[in-house]
């Protein structure tokens, strides 16, 4: 009976171990923009009923049924290290984001002061907006559900205990990374166009009329245009983001 019980509760710790290191690391569960009770209770609830649907894993103990045997250490390792690469996942692609807001900050030149209120790391108020915009994007569209359903069927794919090959996927974590900083730049593009034509404009100006300020001058227009071309174009690179996001998760997580 004490064995039953004792593999039971290391089933528990197993996808336990899977479920939080996946929330630790992805954006749309850490950060200080989800509480921490939260994050806890959503583990502990989802690990509860995933334990009701899987067989206890009795061959990743090698010598002893213990919770020092080096088998079981090896597979809770390994279940740490699969949830951890699909936070990493989502992590490094929400990085367009913190990409595009920075960029369009330092472009229309309100790039302080630095704001670290809802992410971990300090950020411009323009990359915190588009931090929050972004991840509210992806939960109204359902990506959210995505995320938990991939989790879920990884379960399936493989069970705890078994140990995937995970090779491919941390060559393709460069991949992943490469193409949010491409979505970044994209939502930053049409900002960083009319501002640099607004300071080409500002350039020729001050050489037909030096008598005009066009050093005070420059900071207004920066800034006005900066949240002329962000009214027109918010909503289509947040549509973008979500996409491009939804198409990575799929070719990486749809098991």
């Known amino acids: 009976m004490e064995t039953v019980l004792f593999l039971n509760a290391s089933q528990f710790v197993l996808i336990l171990t899977r479920i939080t290191a996946m929330m630790v690391v992805a954006p749309m569960f850490a950060g200080r923009i989800v509480p921490i009770r939260f994050r806890v209770f959503l583990a502990v609830l989802v690990a509860t009923l995933l334990m009701l649907h899987q067989e206890p894993a009795v061959y990743c103990f090698q010598n002893k049924v213990s919770w020092l045997d080096t088998g079981f250490l090896a597979t809770v390792g390994s279940e740490f290290l699969l949830g951890i690469l699909m936070g990493t996942t989502m992590l490094l692609f929400f990085g367009a984001l913190q990409v595009a807001g920075t960029a369009m900050a330092y472009a229309g030149g309100i790039s302080f002061p630095v704001d670290g209120g809802f992410l971990n790391d300090a950020a411009t108020p323009v990359a915190t907006m588009f931090y929050v915009l972004g991840t509210a994007v992806v939960f109204l569209t359902g990506g959210h559900l995505m995320v938990m359903e991939s989790l879920l069927e990884s379960f399936s794919a ?54 005009l300020d066009i050093f005070g001058m420059s900071f207004a227009v920066n800034v006005l245009a900066f949240l002329f071309v962000l009214s027109l174009t918010l909503g289509t690179g947040l549509m973008l983001f979500q996409g491009e996001f939804r198409s990575v998760w799929e070719r990486f997580f749809v098991f």
Do not use: C, D, K, S
């Open 158 to 211: 493989f069970p705890t205990g078994t140990v995937p090959a995970l090779e491919e996927w941390f060559r393709a974590l460069p991949v992943v990374f490469y193409q949010g900083f491409q979505v970044g730049i994209h939502m930053a593009l049409p900002i960083l166009t009319v501002v640099l034509l607004a300071q080409i404009g500002l350039a020729v100006l001050n050489r037909v009329l030096p008598q």
